[in-house]
């Protein structure tokens, strides 16, 4: 079983050298005469760039934050978290087959916090311990581990490797740092921007929960952060 305070693991693999040059960059492009690569080897100022960039996107021209490439290593989800986040249709995903990797022994598994009562606790830790014999047994009599695996919960641990891009990321945030999202891709998510802030500071602006951006909330159920927008 994976510890709840060490879920989830995240590393950032794979990050753009200088995003906000080619974010600049791709700006640039769209407004000038200049060839790309001609705009591409002059020194220009930070703050300069920001204020572009800055301007750009509030304008909506988010195609240029596109060019910007993230890859992380994730491991210590569970599959409820998985399957929420393929439902970004704009991120790519290599997973842990469970077809191909069969489980040995007690397969590893998340508790829910919400889970608090030693009671409750003992029961969920004895379930866990009932489904992994029962997928050892169908192994033993020969059944593929893509058909054991129909009897493994949605709190089995995968592992992945996940790419995205700062569109999309920024889409993520604003999407799942909303305490109405479940808390574990809550928590992922979190890591994922941290990662990214530390390498690139200026873009904590960007990666925040909608309503920071909108002044409002839009969603159903509000937490009273921000006044709801009336529909």
């Known amino acids: 079983m994976t510890e709840n305070n060490k879920f989830p693991i995240v590393h950032l693999i794979n990050a753009p050298e200088n995003p906000l040059k080619t974010i600049y960059l791709a700006c640039r492009t ?34 240029t934050i596109e060019h910007c490439q993230y890859t992380f290593t994730i491991s210590g989800v569970t599959r409820a978290c998985t399957h929420q986040l393929v439902r970004h249709r704009h991120m790519s995903f290599s997973q842990k087959s469970q077809r191909y990797v ?15 009562t030693p009671e409750l606790k003992q029961e969920y830790d004895g379930l866990m311990e009932q489904i992994a014999k029962f997928y050892d047994r169908m192994i033993e009599q020969g059944i593929p581990a893509e058909d054991a695996r129909f009897v493994l919960p949605n709190a089995t641990t995968s592992s992945l490797v996940t790419s995205l891009n700062l569109r999309e990321m920024i ?46 909330c839009d969603e159903i159920k509000s937490c009273g952060r921000f006044p709801q927008q009336v529909k």
Not at 54 to 61: E, W
Not at 102 to 114: A, K, L, S, V
């Open 102 to 116: 069969t489980e040995q022994g007690q397969f590893e598994y998340i508790t829910p916090p919400t889970i608090k």
């Open 30 to 63: 769209c407004y000038s005469a200049q060839y790309p690569h001609e705009i591409w080897e002059k020194d220009v100022e930070p703050e300069k760039m920001l204020k572009l960039v800055r301007k750009v996107l509030q304008s909506g021209h988010h195609s």
């Open 171 to 216: 889409h993520l945030a604003n999407l799942r740092l909303c305490v109405n999202a479940q808390h574990e891709i809550r928590k992922l998510t979190k890591k994922m921007c941290g990662l990214i802030i530390e390498k690139e500071p200026w873009l904590a602006e960007y990666l925040v929960i909608k309503c920071d951006k909108q002044g409002y």
